[in-house]
């Protein structure tokens, strides 16, 4: 029997520790990972097996060794276990009910599970069962416990210290159910190459910015998810200031990365909110409704933030300096809002029926909270007047290291105002001589993306989007073309840098059709040239200096190359 119950002693210490450990791993936050704080991609890259399921890896408590699907009665130990399970219920399986006795085991590892068994006994003890436990197991469970004296202090005192910790963490946590983390970026930009056709325009002065996003990340069941959104933030655009931007939607190609893309603008009466107030940017709602299949509703949100970014640029905070480089599709960028606004509403699904495939499709309507339509109220109102957009994306993964995403959007915009960042000062001509602001225009854009990471550290990205825009009752169409291609690096000269350098088009008239015409002046295709590199200061701290140059920006003929500079310094918490 002694010898039995060492064997049987030895696996229990060889399993338990082990069961302890995983359930420790899924308790316990990494605190070296990053926040996904507040990007346009807040949720969009969420898995959906995080949300349908969550997996139990605490320990289970066995009452026969016959629970345990590796145990057969031929083991060598079989008799150990059985008398350890039958006399004092100290055995501890996985969650997949097996024991994986053969695992190797550590000191310290056996003195979790001599101390685990000491304190059953001593229940056993206590209960007034003493003659449960037999003199030679005590005796056996003496000897263990002198020899591994040492390593059970160091345990206890762990234990305690955690218990203490555990204790404090309680009484001073935010919320049960929720957790924050946010992203602080402060940027020093400058630009130049002001607009020649516009008289008032000059280079930009070095400025400096802050933008402060805060996240709420609530789940009420373990499986849903509500994502609450807080933002600050006082960064102008640098295209205004060169001529290039249309004060209602600053759509121009000369955007930074980390702008604000609707907040500061009201649809109703076009003002402004005031530099730095806080704001609510983001709220939605994610929550599965069955095996494989999960639903998203919420307001202030862009068509962006249901589809996976495929683009290794995509991260306002870390990634692209500019608006263009981040990558997200123009297909569902100039689709999904009219004049930058965002949506006001927006309801959709996710169905990942496979690892490798994800299907997502939303409807958004940008004045969904507006009664009706007013004379004020250009962009419509209700949630199926106005501006509507309905977008879906289809995420590939046909090999470990080869993503692909197939964009469409199907959106009717209240105004003539696309956003493409085109002649912003002759927006009426864009798709319609002689329209006018209130004539609606449809768009049907289709995109791909595609990101091969050709070695471990080096990824490679090409997209492109067509947009055919035609405007509601007049013989007017349209249309545009964009694509990007570019190389991402990891981990360069050290763990956690990254780096860019990125080409393309930006949007581009391609062809029209009927009253359309392009503008006199307007013929030139522009081009987007970009590298930036960013530098992990410590977990929490990252600077990226980076540069990028827009050629015949907004496709004006005799415009000289815009020039951005950018160091931008990021914090996540």
Not at 91 to 111: K, L, M, N, V
Not at 149 to 161: C, I, K, P, S, Y
Not at 456 to 462: L, R, S, Y
Request: aromatic residues 10%; contains cysteine; glycine residues 10%.
């Amino acid at each position: 029997m002694k010898k039995s119950a060492v064997y049987g002693l030895g696996l229990l210490f060889v399993s338990l520790p082990l069961s302890l450990g995983a359930f420790a791993k899924s308790a316990i936050a990494n605190p070296s990972e990053s926040p996904k704080s507040s990007t346009s991609q807040l949720f969009s890259d969420i898995d959906r097996d995080t949300i349908n399921s969550k997996t139990d890896v605490t320990a289970q408590n066995v009452t026969s060794v016959s629970q345990l699907s590796d145990v057969r009665p031929t083991d060598w130990a079989f008799t150990a276990l059985q008398s350890l399970v039958e006399r004092y219920g100290c055995i501890a399986g996985y969650p997949d009910r097996t024991f994986r006795g053969r695992q190797a085991t550590s000191r310290f590892e056996f003195a979790a599970g001599l101390n685990a068994c000491l304190d059953k006994i001593n229940e056993i003890i206590s209960a007034g069962l003493a003659d449960k436990v037999s003199k030679e197991d005590l005796a056996t469970l003496q000897k263990l416990q002198e020899e591994f004296a040492a390593e059970l202090a160091t345990l206890r005192g762990r234990v305690d210290a955690l218990d203490a910790k555990t204790a404090k963490l309680e009484a001073q946590q935010f919320s049960t159910t929720t957790k924050l983390s946010g992203e602080a970026i402060f940027s020093v930009s400058g630009a130049t190459g002001a607009n020649p056709n516009e008289p008032a325009s000059r280079n930009t002065n070095i400025v400096f910015n802050n933008r402060v996003r805060l996240n709420l990340m609530t789940s009420f069941t373990g499986k849903d998810l509500l994502i609450t959104g807080l933002q600050a933030t006082n960064i102008n655009s640098l295209a205004a200031p060169l001529g290039y931007a249309d004060p209602l939607g600053s759509s121009s190609n000369v955007r930074l990365g980390f702008e604000n893309q609707f907040l500061n603008f009201n649809p109703s009466n076009s003002s402004t909110s005031a530099a730095n107030s806080v704001n609510l940017y983001k709220l939605l709602y994610i929550f599965p409704v069955a095996d494989k299949f999960t639903m998203f509703a919420g307001s202030n949100a862009e068509v962006s933030d249901a589809f996976p970014a495929i683009s290794p640029f995509a991260s306002e905070g870390q990634g692209s300096i500019s608006r263009f480089g981040q990558g997200l599709n123009a297909a569902t960028r100039v689709s999904g809002g009219t004049s930058g606004t965002g949506l006001a509403a927006a309801v959709g699904f996710i169905w990942s029926p496979t690892d490798k495939i994800d299907f997502r499709a939303l409807y958004g309507s940008v004045n969904s909270a507006i009664p009706t339509n007013t004379g004020t109220t250009l962009l419509g109102a209700g949630f199926f007047g106005g501006s509507t957009i309905a977008a879906a994306q289809l995420t590939l993964k046909p090999t470990s290291n080869i993503d692909i995403g197939l964009n469409y959007a199907n959106s009717y915009h209240q105004i003539n105002i696309l956003g493409t960042g085109l002649a912003s000062a002759d927006i009426n001509s864009i798709t319609g001589g002689g329209a006018t602001l209130n004539d609606p225009i449809k768009l049907n854009s289709v995109g791909s993306t595609l990101t091969w990471r050709i070695a471990p550290k080096i990824a490679f990205n090409v997209s492109g989007a067509w947009i055919f825009a035609n405007l509601t009752g007049r013989n007017a169409s349209t249309t545009f073309t964009s694509w990007m291609t570019g190389f991402h690096f990891s981990d360069l000269f050290s763990e956690g840098n990254t780096a860019g350098i990125l080409f393309g088009q930006p949007l581009a008239r391609n062809a029209v059709g009927g009253e359309a015409v392009i503008p006199v002046g307007r013929t030139a295709t522009p081009y987007h040239l970009e590298g930036y590199f960013n530098f992990k200061v410590s977990k929490n701290i990252s600077i990226t200096p980076g540069v990028f140059f827009v050629f015949n920006p907004e496709g004006i003929n005799n415009a000289p190359t815009a020039t951005v500079g950018v160091i931008r310094t990021t914090f996540t918490f």
